[in-house]
């Protein structure tokens, strides 16, 4: 399968290196605004053409196109590309409301074409052994999940600049950028929550630099934390009555371990993955378009659905607002 990218940034070159270790997939072109740029990153990735026009690039062969243009820009190309009858893999956040997920669904099959959210995290085997495990650790009583990671772009605003990540014009801020993370994980693993609460940490353009969100379950409540304001040293956490599951990181699990309450013994969970960890994503995707697992499709969407809609009515309780939103 051929694919085009919308996006030169190093979460493209990292998509690009696990789509090297599938033999069924092919870079065929890529999008930059800047012509010299659109260039120099398609002979440096083996793409046979570049583009500055994306209704240019949508001309052309690719089967799939992979977006990972800023969060505000998801939305529009999406459209684009579903309108040329191209399937779409895009970056995590799809869409920052539940009304533009409505409309990408709508297109989607009006249209007879896949679109997938890329949240790696999910696909990897040790979330599958993560997943696999509740079931057996007893009622879960309290969750933390963080996702707390200093961006070097913060120290650009820190100087006066606002880059993509830090402007409200193109959705950035933390819980859309880190925080969509671990609220999917929590969605995917305890379904939707009755109630959701956001304490942002406001920067002084309104965006949030950091930010608590707490879900609150039947019996538990998950907390959790995300910053691009600051370096998180502590794991994450699963906490139920037959002991405890400690996750070292959300986005790639590299340790997975089990505390047994009872026996006060620990035991490792986790097996070494791939390096290249977006591999298991893509492998869903392509396996996805092949099979017309329609079925999957409409898992996998809903799942966006509800993680937008929870990730929205957290940041309108605080007044944030993205652009063409009331």
Same mark, same amino acid.
């Given at each position: ?67 990972? *243009? &800023? /969060?505000? +820009? !998801?939305? %529009? ?10 399937? #779409? ?34 696909? *990897? &085997? /040790?979330? +599958? !052994?993560? %997943? ?10 309290? #969750? ?183």
């Amino acid at each position: 399968m051929k694919f085009s990218t919308i996006g030169t940034s190093w979460i493209t070159e990292a998509f690009l290196a696990a789509a090297s270790n599938l033999s069924d997939v092919q870079l065929y072109s890529v999008y930059s605004r800047s012509e010299e740029t659109a260039k120099q990153f398609a002979q440096k990735n083996g793409a046979d053409e570049w583009y500055t026009n994306i209704d240019d690039m949508l001309e052309g062969e690719s089967d799939f196109i992979y977006i990972a *243009s &800023p /969060n505000s +820009m !998801h939305y %529009k190309h999406i459209i684009k590309c579903m309108e040329k009858k191209k399937h #779409v893999f895009c970056e995590k956040p799809l869409v920052y409301n539940e009304k533009q997920w409505r409309l990408i669904k709508e297109k989607a099959s009006e249209h007879g074409v896949f679109v997938f959210e890329g949240y790696r995290h999910l696909f *990897s &085997p /040790n979330y +599958m !052994h993560l %997943k696999n495990t509740l079931p057996k650790i007893g009622e879960i009583r309290s #969750v933390l999940f963080q996702f707390v990671q200093y961006s070097s772009r913060y120290d650009a605003f820190k100087e006066g600049k606002e880059p993509n990540v830090f402007s409200k014009q193109f959705a950035g801020g933390a819980l859309m950028d880190l925080g969509v993370y671990p609220l999917s994980m929590a969605i995917d693993l305890f379904g939707e929550p009755m109630d959701v609460d956001y304490f942002p940490v406001l920067l002084e353009n309104g965006i949030d630099g950091s930010g608590t969100l707490v879900l609150i379950y039947q019996g538990f409540t998950v907390t959790i934390m995300c910053s691009k304001i600051a370096q998180a040293t502590i794991p994450s956490e699963v906490q139920a009555e037959e002991g405890t599951l400690t996750v070292d990181h959300i986005a790639p699990i590299q340790h997975l371990e089990w505390f047994d309450r009872k026996t006060k013994e620990t035991h490792e969970i986790a097996e070494k993955q791939h390096q290249e960890d977006m591999v298991y994503e893509l492998e869903a995707f392509i396996r996805m378009i092949k099979e017309q697992d329609h079925s999957s499709h409409e898992q996998w969407l809903e799942r966006s659905r509800q993680v937008v809609k929870w990730a929205e009515i957290a940041r309108r309780k605080q007044g944030i607002i993205f652009p063409e939103e009331d």
